[in-house]
């Protein structure tokens, strides 16, 4: 069992920053974070593997970057020149699969954090 827990999230304008931490439990092969707006799917954002190898979804590329820290078992994502586009609840997820190609795949996820919000202002 893997628990997740995120946090900072908030509230920004466009062009912004935030950086969101996710604190885990256990080691698994992929950590992520997903993304859901009201009325929309949960899409993965960004993921990253034991040898921190990483995938971006194309909309974040250049402006979202994955790191963890192993020594605290932490996953972040530093969220650089944010748009009102990423206004969404972001949820830290953990998986033991190793899928690479369904990495951002919502359905390769066994263990989900709660989520914590984040919005931008125009």
């Known amino acids: 069992q893997v628990q997740l827990v995120e946090s900072g999230g908030g509230s920004v304008q466009a062009g912004g920053s935030l950086r969101l931490s996710c604190g885990y439990t256990?080691?698994?092969?992929?950590m992520a974070w997903f993304r859901q707006a009201p009325g929309k799917e949960r899409e993965g954002v960004a993921v990253?593997?034991?040898?921190?190898?990483?995938s971006y979804a194309n909309s974040v590329k250049g402006r979202l970057t994955l790191s963890q820290d192993k020594s605290k078992n932490t996953l972040y994502l530093q969220m650089n020149r944010l748009e009102p586009d990423d206004t969404a609840m972001y949820y830290c997820?953990?998986?033991?699969?190793?899928?690479?190609?369904?990495?951002?795949?919502?359905?390769?996820?066994?263990?989900w954090g709660q989520g914590t919000q984040v919005t931008v202002s125009s």
């Open positions: 997820a953990a998986s033991y699969a190793n899928r690479w190609h369904d990495a951002l795949s919502p359905r390769t996820y066994e263990y």
């Open positions: 256990h080691s698994r092969y992929y």
């Open positions: 990253i593997d034991t040898d921190d190898r990483t």
